[in-house]
């Protein structure tokens, strides 16, 4: 199984297992359901999982950094907690290896469909539409198997 976790408050976290995808938006799933979905995922020695390293940001309040830095820690500590090895990786990182970059003068909400979209693209199959909050997550779940296949 390959995880891929955006953090964000509005983020979530995407599960490739073979060709299956499984997709929790943290705005639809509590963390107490999270947490039972990761405790009922039979892990193994080769699953793995990339957490999208953040930092907070110039002119963001400090209940949305407390809130980030919480998002941030309880899954980390889920992964810790189920042993799936993880690493952290910055959003240009994982970006970069889909030829994507946020363009000048491009809006959030357009950078965020243009992710939606490649994400569409690399999983045409996945029956119900990608949310644009879990996007991310499923970019960094494809890059997490693209690197993790080559070791």
Known sequence: MYFGIDPG???GIAILVDDDL???PFSKWTWHEITDELHNIDADDHDFAVVEK???MPK???AGVFTFG???GIVTGLLIAR???FEEITPQKWQAAFGMKKKKGETKTAWKKRLQARAHELFPSYIQDIPVEVADAVL???YCRRTRNDR
């Open 9 to 11: 408050t509005k983020g």
């Open 22 to 24: 499984v997709t929790l």
């Open 54 to 56: 953040v930092s907070a």
């Open 60 to 62: 963001q309040g400090v």
């Open 70 to 72: 919480r998002a941030t």
């Open 83 to 85: 042993a799936i090895p």
């Open 140 to 142: 960094i779940a494809e």
